[in-house]
């Protein structure tokens, strides 16, 4: 399984939210390429970075038009200072030039999430053009209902049906976020994203909640080859987790099953 470190950005900044809530932020630095470099000196091969200000989905009139833009800045900012590092980016982004636009800016692969329940035509075209390795879907759910415009509006869809839904239009990996653990260090949802994993064939990233290492280990031991792995973002920057130990922990079963 793969660690991603979280670097969530809200107007340049690298901040943590508790449930995706606005107003319940805590800011970790002023300088994301500052923390992307930390992350990697501790092993992360891969970077999970997310525009929380692109998220929220302000209209191109909003005064927060310049924080998209700036968060923008930052993941170009990102890419240079760990430039062999890939970077799965999201937050807003709803359209092909948004796609492009942050692939030129460093992204590797682009996570979808308020367009796949609005417009999933759009993602079958994005899988045509880009191709399945470099767009992901975010399936983010509350009570197994799918929420969309930065958490703030729940549809009837449910997590699975969703997902069975963007495999079948070409979608292999997605990011599962349970909202209601996400910033809460309330522990991580094992239950919830291997029935995602074993009921869509998708290759799943579990998101939300991570407390401890022992969330590591439970999803380690549970994991197939439809886990792909985890993002911890709240944990690390607590220090309740260490990075150089939930990466150890989270390779051991590939490492393992690898001289099987």
């Known amino acids: 399984m793969?660690?991603?470190?979280?670097?969530d950005l809200r107007g340049g900044r690298c901040v943590r939210l508790r449930q995706g809530r606005e107003k319940d932020e805590t800011v970790y630095g002023d300088d994301p390429a500052a923390v992307a470099r930390r992350w990697v000196a501790q092993g992360a091969r891969w970077l999970h970075v997310v525009n929380l200000d692109g998220a929220f989905g302000q209209s191109p009139h909003?005064?927060?038009?310049?924080?998209?833009?700036?968060?923008?800045?930052?993941?170009?900012?990102?890419?240079e200072a760990a430039p062999e590092?890939?970077?799965?980016?999201?937050?807003?982004?709803?359209?092909?030039?948004?796609?492009?636009?942050?692939?030129?800016?460093?992204?590797?692969?682009?996570?979808?999430?308020?367009?796949a329940v609005q417009d999933p035509d759009l993602v079958v075209k994005a899988v045509r053009?880009?191709?399945?390795?470099?767009?992901?879907?975010?399936?983010?759910?509350r009570d197994d209902r799918v929420a969309t415009h930065g958490w703030r509006q729940t549809s009837s869809t449910t997590a699975v049906a969703l997902g069975r839904e963007m495999r079948l239009r070409g979608v292999t990996h997605a990011?599962?976020?349970?909202?209601?653990?996400?910033?809460?260090?309330t522990g991580l949802n094992v239950k919830a994203t291997t029935a995602l994993a074993h009921f869509t064939g998708l290759?799943?990233?579990?998101?939300g909640g991570v407390a401890s290492l022992a969330d590591v280990t439970r999803l380690q031991e549970r994991a197939t080859g439809s886990i792909e792995g985890l993002i911890i973002g709240q944990a690390l920057y607590?220090?309740?987790?260490?990075l150089p130990e939930a990466i150890r922990i989270a390779e051991k079963k590939r490492l393992g099953s690898a001289q099987t």
């Open 2 to 7: 793969i660690v991603f470190p979280a670097i």
């Open 62 to 79: 909003s005064p927060s038009l310049s924080r998209r833009a700036i968060n923008l800045q930052r993941l170009a900012e990102i890419r």
């Open 85 to 115: 590092t890939p970077i799965q980016f999201g937050g807003g982004v709803r359209s092909l030039p948004d796609i492009e636009t942050a692939l030129h800016l460093g992204a590797t692969r682009v996570i979808l999430g308020t367009v």
């Open 129 to 141: 053009r880009f191709g399945a390795e470099q767009i992901i879907v975010g399936i983010d759910a």
């Open 175 to 185: 990011v599962y976020t349970d909202i209601a653990r996400d910033g809460m260090l």
């Open 203 to 207: 290759r799943v990233i579990a998101s």
């Open 238 to 242: 607590t220090g309740a987790v260490s």
